[in-house]
């Protein structure tokens, strides 16, 4: 367990809200991602963040921006709801696993229709 | 541009062997491979990071060729418990260890 929250864990929302997604992580890792889900495409990284206010675009980050004022907290907002961003969503960070190397841990998810 | 995984999905009886592959067409510096069970998130299985390296999870091992820009999952005498989408995640150059995922391969074991 590496201490990842996400919440909500599920969403329902109408097209043209804006929607913020939180994740919190505890174990103050550096690195944090947003991933989105979605049948036929696997995970695909939305943005990412390394360290306090520094962001980076992932490979589908267009309608998507993200913040990150305190190394536990990286938000992700969408500026306004289109159907084709609902989706799961899933909040990761790279901590050292067991045996030395990086890995990814992820986050329960979060379940967002947008309708 | 995401790896290529293949087969996009397999159903085995149990006890049963199967291979995942995983293609890239651009450089691999390392390869992640991650299991998903329906509902849940990703877990991490192992990480490959040399070349022809091997690597081990229970009966669950893989290859790397960092040549070939390939890498394979073996699945060694399957268990119910194996069955779930299995994910290789490639990492490039940098250091902001950003993985790109492949589509998955469903797996399914059966009694």
């Known amino acids: 367990d590496a201490g990842i929250t996400q919440s909500p864990r599920h969403k329902v929302t109408e097209t043209g809200t804006p929607v913020t997604l939180r994740c919190h992580q505890t174990e103050n890792h550096r690195y944090m991602y947003w991933y989105r889900q979605d049948p036929g495409h696997g995970l695909r990284l939305i943005h990412y963040?390394?360290?306090?206010?520094?962001?980076d675009k992932g490979e589908v980050s267009d309608g998507y921006s993200v913040s990150r004022s305190k190394t536990e907290d990286f938000l992700l907002t969408l500026e306004s709801a289109t159907s084709s961003q609902t989706s799961v969503y899933f909040c990761?960070?790279?901590?050292?696993?067991?045996?030395?190397?990086?890995?990814?841990?992820f986050g329960p998810g979060t379940r967002l229709t947008v309708t | 541009q995401q790896p290529v995984q293949s087969p996009q999905a397999v159903i085995l009886r149990e006890g049963e062997d199967a291979v995942i592959n995983c293609s890239s067409s651009k450089a691999l510096y390392s390869v992640h491979w991650y299991r998903q069970k329906h509902g849940e998130a990703p877990v991490f299985l192992m990480i490959?990071?040399?070349?022809?390296e091997q690597k081990g999870h229970e009966k669950i091992s893989a290859s790397f060729n960092e040549k070939k820009q390939q890498s394979s999952l073996y699945l060694t005498a399957s268990q119910l418990s194996y069955s779930g989408t299995y994910f290789c995640g490639r990492v490039g150059g940098g250091s902001n260890y950003k993985l790109t995922f492949g589509k998955g391969t469903l797996l399914t074991v059966n009694p």
């Open positions: 963040s390394y360290g306090v206010k520094d962001t």
């Open positions: 990761a960070i790279t901590g050292v696993g067991p045996s030395g190397t990086y890995e990814q841990y």
């Open positions: 490959l990071l040399k070349g022809g």
